[in-house]
Each structure stands twice: as structure tokens, then as C-alpha cells.
């Protein structure tokens, strides 16, 4: 059994930060899809959906870049930025579309979410995605109601791995950072809970980019959101 959230902290539990894509919702079969959409669109090979999974985690615009350096067998550094931010309004469009078709909640996630909601904790979502697909996903896996505050990557001037988000997400929440554990997929949620000065908590079976969770060093990992519940 993993190690009790509370055993994380030296105050009680109050908030929980929560990380979306490889944590909550497997969303990467729609990104593979809208990312595929692009390439295709503008007459380069496909990606696929397992090379996607190794993208996933820095936000739209690097998934969008490591795509295109892929498909042009280039450096990140060699794109061209006006190209760039075009074929980003492309990914957000196929998106638009092949968000929520074939994404999945993961197992555990629901009775976790309802057990620590029933527990009076509060609760965010601090996501590299985008904002605006945000609510969508909640919505469609009936997660909308578990939390009062969703910042997505572009929702500051900063994003995770930087603190900004996860500090701001539990001003919202009105919890002290002392009293809030990050839980996420990845080393970029490890790298913001560290540089807050919160405990962090992850999953095993998240992104990642294709290393396993433990060479991250968080302070527990889970193989399900259950084995957090106290
Ligand atoms: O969209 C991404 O790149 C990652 O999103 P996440 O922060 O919820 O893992
Ligand atoms: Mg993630």
C-alpha cells in the first residue's frame, strides 16, 4: 500500500492539485489524432499515436513542434516560427473535433476524486493543455463538479515545470501551499511541485515522455489515484 497523503505533509490535507492528460483522462488517442490531422493536412508523414504519447506534457505548442521536427526530420530550433503558429491553429482545430472521441478516464480516478470531494478537500486541475479543452473533458467525464479551479497552459505567462500555476491554483483554492500535495503523470509535475515547495504524488501509468515515473523522484508512486485514499 502506498504511502497515505497525509503522510506527505506535516499539516492536514486541505487541497489537491491535480495534473489532466496521463493523470485523469488518457487523452492521447485524440491528440494522435488531431496531430496526425495536421501532418496530413500539410502533406507529411504521420506520427502515430505511440510516438505522441512521448510529446504529451509541455503543452499545445511543443507537442505541435516535436510533431513537425519529426515529420520535417529537423531540430526543434530549425522550425520557422510563422509556420509554427500556423500549423498550431491546425492541431487546435483538428482538436476541436477529435477531442473526447476516443479518450478514457482512468481506473480509480472517479471513487478517488468522490472519496477526497466527500472528505471536504479542495481541488484544482493545473494542466499544460490548453483552457479552452478543458471544461469539454471535465464535462464528458462528469469530473466538473470535483473542481473549483482549472488553470491550463495558457491560462498565466507561465506553466509548469515553472511554480506559477500550481501557487496560483491554491491561492484560488484559499489553501496554504503547506496544505496541498501536487499529484501528476510526469517529471514536469515533479519539477513544479518541487520548485513550490509542495509534496507531489504520481501515477505510474501516465505519459511521462516515454521514462519511467520513479527516475523523477517523487515522493510516492501509485499504480491508481485509490491507493492515495486514506
Ligand atoms: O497538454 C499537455 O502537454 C500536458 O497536459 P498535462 O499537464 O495535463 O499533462
Ligand atoms: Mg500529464
Known sequence: MAKKLSALLDQPLQGLLFDLDGTLVDSVPDL????????????????????????????????VQKALAFAQNCELAELDDAELAQQQQQFFKYYRQSSGQHSALYAGVMPALQHWHSQGIAMAVVTNKPAEFIPHILKQFALEDFFTVCLGGDSLPQRKPQPAPLIQACAALAVPLDRCVMIGDSQIDVAAARAAGMPVACVNYGYNQGQPISAANPDVVVGSLLELCA
Not at 32 to 48: K, Q
Not at 53 to 62: D, E
Open 32 to 63: 494522435a489524432v488531431a496531430v496526425d490531422a495536421m501532418l496530413a493536412a500539410a502533406n507529411l508523414p504521420l506520427a502515430g499515436e505511440s510516438r505522441v504519447r512521448t510529446w504529451v506534457g509541455n503543452g499545445a505548442k511543443v507537442l
